[in-house]
């Protein structure tokens, strides 16, 4: 019994091998995440993004309890920030949660961004398939601390729950254009400080002007939260419950698992071509540096390494 039959059966030590395999994806071991895709298509994936310092992760923590408490099994897949110098990541919101490390029915996986704009990797991606194929009824996806540009989520989770906190009114207005658009679910964290009244209205006002929300037949809902005290969460839960209802009965589910399918898909093509452009210019180094100096020919060069790039793909694929 190989490796992934063993994660099918619930062998935690086997799931760990697998979603690690699938941190590195190669055109060797692509054939696994067709596999998973076969299996996948019924959990309810919730991505859950906004401000930093806002307390996602221990937000987070209470979800997860909450939602065992319902006897749903839940796996999340934390995204870290990925160092431009060293390629590393702390991968620290996972030690936020680890008071659900003992539960069986809880599997935390941090994975970083791989240095991808817009906040989700193609082994977040494949992550997620595994998890939904393995049978996880909740998968939660964290994202980093985000500005306007890291909206990938809203290609891949089903329910997105955006969080702000009080007197971050400046922070909302810039994110106005940005990832508050995206939101199914906003919350006002926090909400036992000051300013979390003047936040919350000012949350739903927004959202009964419609200028939040991705729009369609769903009116967000705006909940107050406070997580180191516990209090919103039952409120938020059955906000969860209420959009997954939606999601179905309207025929948005299945429309939310193309989408986020045909992003894996634009993922691997941009993994594909950025080896193998990194391939050709380091080969063809040289040269490039020669255009560097000259102060000429720079998009003739652009242009050559990029067929040269698409010939090695295309021997790639004829062998």
Not at 105 to 113: A, K, L, N, P
Not at 169 to 193: R, T
């Amino acid at each position: 019994m190989n490796f992934i039959e063993r994660a099918e059966r619930g062998d935690k030590r086997a799931l760990g091998r697998l979603l690690s395999v699938l941190e590195d994806l190669s055109l060797e071991t692509a054939w696994i995440v067709e596999y998973l895709a076969s299996k996948s298509g019924r959990a309810h994936i919730i991505g859950i993004t906004g401000i930093p310092g806002s307390g996602k992760s221990t937000l987070i923590s209470r979800i997860i309890k909450a939602l065992r408490g319902k006897g749903y099994s839940v796996a999340v897949v934390s995204i870290d920030p990925t160092s431009p110098y060293s390629s590393g990541s702390i991968l620290g919101d996972r030690l936020r949660m680890q008071e659900h490390a003992t539960d069986p029915g809880v599997f935390i996986r941090s994975v970083t961004t791989k240095g991808l704009f817009g906040g989700l990797s193609l082994a977040a991606l494949a992550i997620i398939e595994a998890f939904d194929a393995m049978g996880y009824d909740k998968v939660i996806v964290e994202t980093v601390g985000v500005g306007q540009g890291e909206t990938d989520i809203m290609h891949v989770a089903d329910t997105i729950v955006v969080i702000t906190m009080p007197g971050a009114g400046d922070d909302i207005q810039a994110l106005k254009a940005g990832v508050l658009e995206i939101g199914d679910i906003y919350v006002v964290n926090k909400s036992d400080k000051p300013e979390a009244s003047k936040t919350y209205e000012y949350m739903l006002f927004v959202a009964e002007k419609g200028e939040v929300g991705r729009g369609g037949g769903w009116n967000p809902i705006v909940v107050k939260t406070s997580a180191t005290l516990g209090l919103g969460i039952r409120e938020l839960t059955e906000a969860l419950d209420k959009h997954l209802s939606y999601l179905i009965e309207s025929g948005e589910k299945e429309k939310r698992l193309v989408s986020r399918r045909a992003h894996m898909i634009k993922l691997i093509a941009l993994k594909i071509l950025l080896e193998s452009l990194n391939s050709v210019v380091e080969i063809e180094s040289s040269n490039i540096i020669e255009a560097v100096k000259s102060m000429k020919g720079f998009y003739e060069e652009a242009l050559r390494i990029a067929m040269l790039s698409g010939k090695r793909i295309s021997d790639l694929t004829s062998i």
